[in-house]
């Protein structure tokens, strides 16, 4: 299954990467490198896909060192790797960086092979046949995090775009950077949701209610923690970390409020992303799904066409922080609504 979609998002990415560099604002010499870079790039998706999918295995089977190991073996040979192809192959030094990320994967999914055919007492990849009722969880489950990924890239595309459109150039480059600064504070909380999901997987289908609630609380509290130790420096230090991110300082003075505005409820990401990854974890995609949709799609869609239209480009600034409480919200009261009933059920039993 896994290789019929790297199949089709291949053969996609390679016809469709001027595409998907327009939608991101990309023009010019920018955009003729991005595709020379993503063409390349696209004809590994074999091996990230198959490292990505076999890694959660391995964290499923509580291998949480040995995973991430494997990605780190991946990463630290693609740095190495880069400048060697970059200088070797000259003019193509584009398509050599490219490469160099192809053979990282390929490595990856290799040692990721070896680990599932010889060593893994829990998975043995033989003989692997098709099975309709794990089909139909997998796709339940996934879908979600597949349209969150999805979404989200229409979510950026229309803040770039709404951005320019009402902002011109000093905003549109600030958004860049803003967005370059959220999605970096994002990756921890991200990291801490991955670890959030064996946890709470394992503990549900093992009827150990009491053990979810507690992981749910810690991991909570953490991602509140978590996210403050980025949103806190962002808030006080926001003119600084624009400028590391290249952004001139007229176009600071001028937009730092925007960027506060645009950051003000990062605080809460945590508890927003461990609820999404609670719903998948427990094998309930449709409530995960729900939230994906309503904050991505339902919400943030029609706010952001309307709203500027209304109160010009600060909309634009304040949309997303609106839409995103609003979920939060949504999704703290879904999140212990279900906790509440694993409650109940563990006293029927």
Known sequence: MGNFFSVIITVGGIILAPHFL???????????????YLRVIFIGSLFVNFTQSANMVMRGEGLMKKAMTIMGLGALLNIILDPILMTVMGKYAIEGAALATIIAQFVQAVVTM?????????????????????????????????????LFMIQQTMLYKMAFKYGGDPNGILMAASLRVYAFSFIPLWGMSQGLQPVVGTNFGAKQYDRVRQAMKVFSI???ILAAIFWIPSLLLSSQILSLFGVE????????????LFYSVFVLYGV???SITFFQSIGNGKKAGIIVMLR????????????????????????????????IVVGIFMMISELNKMGKE????
């Open 272 to 274: 927003m992303v461990m």
């Open 114 to 150: 070896h680990y599932f055919l010889k060593k893994s007492k829990v998975v043995k990849i033989h003989r692997i046949k098709s099975d309709a009722e794990i089909k139909k969880e997998m796709f339940g489950v996934g879908s979600s995090a597949m349209m969150m990924q999805l």
């Open 346 to 349: 563990k006293v029927k039993v």
């Open 222 to 224: 953490g991602g509140l």
């Open 22 to 36: 327009s939608m991101v604002g990309a023009t010019g010499e920018i955009k003729a490198y991005g595709i020379r």
């Open 249 to 260: 300082a007229d176009i600071i003075a001028h937009g730092v409020g925007n960027f506060r």
């Open 296 to 327: 991505q799609l339902f919400l943030f869609v029609p706010a952001m066409i309307l709203l500027p239209m209304m109160f010009g480009v600060k909309a634009v600034w304040f949309t997303q922080p609106l839409v995103d409480f609003i979920m």
